[in-house]
């Protein structure tokens, strides 16, 4: 399993972002995915996941803002980040849970992580 975040950059507040995850390796239709992000000294949090039918769950904090999104023909992940704030500057990490149709929104959820993609943002 191999997963690949690409994406991150420095924006100013209030800018906008795209993140995007390479899968490979598993089968990715049949997979549930997630974003979580996480800065130093802070517990890694949830952003959002998406089913396999491309149902989702946002973290309170994101929603109106991000958006998930998923290409099952390219094995890609993507999340769409709005309306940046100083609150989403972080470490973004792409996540799989392989062959389950649901998953919720908690780092148990998820079995497979990548390393990362930093997004940062000034004021």
């Known amino acids: 399993v191999q997963l690949v975040e690409s994406g991150g950059a420095s924006v100013e507040a209030g800018g906008s972002l795209r993140l995007s995850c390479a899968a490979s390796?598993?089968?990715?239709?049949?997979?549930?995915m997630g974003w979580f992000r996480q800065t130093p000294g802070k517990v890694r949090e949830p952003v959002a996941s998406i089913n396999t039918d491309s149902t989702t769950l946002y973290a309170d904090s994101v929603k109106g803002r991000f958006t998930i999104s998923r290409n099952n023909a390219n094995n890609m992940l993507y999340l769409q980040l709005n309306g940046l704030n100083t609150e989403g500057r972080a470490m973004y990490y792409c996540?799989?849970?392989?062959?389950?149709?649901?998953?919720?929104?908690?780092?148990?959820?998820?079995?497979?992580w990548g390393r990362g993609t930093q997004v940062n943002v000034s004021t």
């Open positions: 996540a799989a849970e392989l062959d389950v149709s649901w998953v919720g929104l908690t780092r148990a959820d998820f079995g497979w």
């Open positions: 390796g598993f089968n990715y239709n049949t997979s549930c």
